[in-house]
Every structure is written in structure tokens, then in C-alpha cells.
């Protein structure tokens, strides 16, 4: 009886905050699990593979909030018009971080199938469940994005921040995707993402001179009455490009060497002008040399790329 009793009042001490920052832990934790695994050869560890991302109740809600109840409300905002304020910036960004990692999970499910050779049933099964998911981020959240994108300048440093991250994921996502379809030599599946392929590649490129142009800006401390001390602390805020304050700087790495990859697949189809490559170059070359100069892996793509760079600029 006495344990019981201790079981109930434990239960009645659960507040809607706990509720919430358990929540909040749990999806940290599947969000650095699905990038991890996007990002390697490895699995997921928190969540099934094939079948986590269409099955598992996570993955289940993630996809019901945004086919059941997002979906039907950005339909009314592109019809009639909305007001595009902070709130509704910080809405369309949150929803677009939920399709986001799904994305990610499907990616990594579809790497999973073709790296460990399944039956191409199942490989149709998962490649079919991405390109619900893809469809469901073009049509719903891509728009809302574009919307952003264009009074990008009128909303506050945090959602302009949070806009790049979640565009420059959703390239990475891309990107990798393509990245593996490549390496698989599945060349009919890739046939079928043509028009998104070639949206990413350009969309990568402007986030990332986004990322390099914008600044978060900030402030020093207050007003100080020591004249002496507020001299010596008395400056200008401090500004940090988005690219050099994102938290992954992994991911604008993986986006800069595979974007090379599509600049020299142009060059080999004569479909670029030699300045165009050494401007599409340069983005790329400012991008990482904004990152952490101490990484062995930042340090090596920047070598990878100015060598890329180089060769190029002798073929053309």
C-alpha cells in the first residue's frame, strides 16, 4: 500500500512543464540521432531503421501534424493572405523543422536500404515514403519559406537565424540524398528528383552567401556608471555571420563539398562560364574559412576545395 501511494503522489507531481521539457529532451535527442546517422554509414539508434520512419509513433505524429494540421492552414494563408509577422514566421519555421528531420529519418532509411542490399520492394517502399515526405515540404512549407525569404529583412535576428538553419538542413538533406543515389548508381531514381535536384543546388548557394552576409548582432551590457569601466567595455555589439554561429558546422561542410561536386559535373557539361565557377567558387571558400580554423575536418575540405578550385580554373 505504502508504495502505492508513493507511485500515485510521484504521478500527481507531473506538471504540464515536465511534460513539456521531456518532450522537448526527447526530440533533441532524435534530431542529433537522425543527423548522426544522415551524416555516416551508421544507424539510427533511438529509432528503428527502414521501417522507423513511416511506423514508429514519432515519426506517425510528426507526419499527422503536418498533412492533418498545418497543411489545411497553409492552404487558406496562400490563398487569402496572411499577415507575416514574427509569430507567424516563428509557426511556419517550427513546422518546417518538423518536416525537416523527417526528411532526414526517410534519407537515412533510404541510405540504410541501399547500402545493405534489401529486396528492391522494400527499397521502392522507402523511396516512396521520401517522396511523400519531400512532396509534403515542397507543397506546404517550401512557399512559406519563399514568403519568409522575401520579408526576410523585416523579421527579428532570431527568426532570420532560424530560417537559414532550417533551409540550409533541408539543402544538406537534399544534397545527401542525391550524394547516395549517385554512389548506389541508381541513376532511375534520380531521374525522378530532377526538379528538386536542380531547386537544391541553386538554393544551396544562396543560402550559404545568406549565412556569410547576415550578422547576429550582440549587445554589450548596459549602461555603466564608472566612467573608467564603461570606457574599457564600452563597444560595439558584437556581429557573428550566421554560418560561423550555426551549431553545426559539420553540416555546412558536408554542403560545401557536395555542391562542389554538382560545380564540376557542370564544368564537365560546359554548362558553366569560367566566371560563374569562380564565383560559385568563392562562396564556397568564404563559407568555410568563416568555420573553426582548429578542426582537422574543416581544415581538410578547405584544402579538398581549393585544390577543386584550382583545377578547374586550369580546364576551363
Known amino acids: 500500500m505504502a508504495l502505492v501511494a508513493t507511485v500515485k503522489k510521484a504521478q500527481a507531481n507531473v506538471t504540464q512543464a515536465f511534460l513539456d521539457l521531456e518532450s522537448r529532451a526527447y526530440w533533441a535527442a532524435v534530431m542529433w540521432d537522425t543527423s548522426d546517422s544522415l551524416s555516416s554509414d551508421m544507424r539510427t539508434s533511438l529509432t528503428s531503421g527502414l521501417n522507423g520512419a513511416c511506423s514508429e509513433p514519432a515519426w506517425r505524429l510528426a507526419r499527422a501534424f503536418l498533412v492533418g494540421s498545418f497543411a489545411p492552414g497553409t492552404e487558406r494563408w496562400l490563398a487569402n493572405g496572411f499577415d507575416l509577422n514574427d509569430e507567424n514566421a516563428s509557426r511556419i519555421i517550427g513546422a518546417a523543422s518538423i518536416s525537416q528531420v523527417l526528411m532526414w529519418k526517410n534519407v537515412t532509411s533510404l541510405k540504410e536500404a541501399l547500402r545493405e542490399g534489401v529486396g528492391e520492394d522494400t527499397v521502392l517502399w522507402v523511396w516512396n515514403s521520401l517522396q511523400d515526405t519531400i ?163 574543416i581544415g581538410s575540405a578547405r584544402r579538398q576545395l581549393q585544390i577543386l578550385v584550382e583545377t578547374m580554373a586550369r580546364k576551363l
Not at 512532396?135 to 512559406?144: D, G
Not at 540524398?177 to 548557394?205: G, I, P, T, Y
Not at 561542410?253 to 564544368?267: F, M
Open 135 to 297: 512532396s509534403i515540404f515542397r507543397k506546404s512549407i517550401r512557399p512559406l519559406l519563399g514568403m519568409c525569404e522575401k520579408q526576410i529583412h523585416f523579421l527579428s535576428q532570431t527568426n532570420r537565424l532560424c530560417w537559414f538553419e532550417i533551409t540550409l538542413r533541408y539543402c544538406v538533406g537534399i544534397m545527401v540524398l542525391l550524394d547516395a543515389l549517385e554512389v548506389a548508381k541508381r541513376s532511375d531514381l534520380l531521374e525522378q528528383v530532377l526538379e528538386v535536384r536542380n531547386e537544391v543546388e541553386h538554393d544551396s548557394f544562396a543560402v550559404l552567401k545568406f549565412g556569410i552576409d547576415n550578422v547576429y548582432r550582440i549587445p554589450t551590457r548596459g549602461d555603466i556608471h564608472d566612467s573608467e569601466v564603461a570606457s574599457l567595455i564600452r563597444r560595439k555589439p558584437m556581429e557573428i555571420p550566421f554560418v560561423v554561429l550555426y551549431a553545426f558546422p559539420q553540416h555546412v561542410v558536408t554542403l560545401a563539398q557536395l555542391v562542389s561536386k554538382a560545380i564540376v559535373q557542370r564544368c564537365h557539361e560546359k554548362k558553366l562560364e569560367r566566371s560563374v565557377v569562380a564565383h560559385l567558387a568563392s562562396i564556397l571558400v568564404d563559407s568555410l574559412d568563416l568555420l573553426p580554423c582548429n578542426s582537422k575536418e
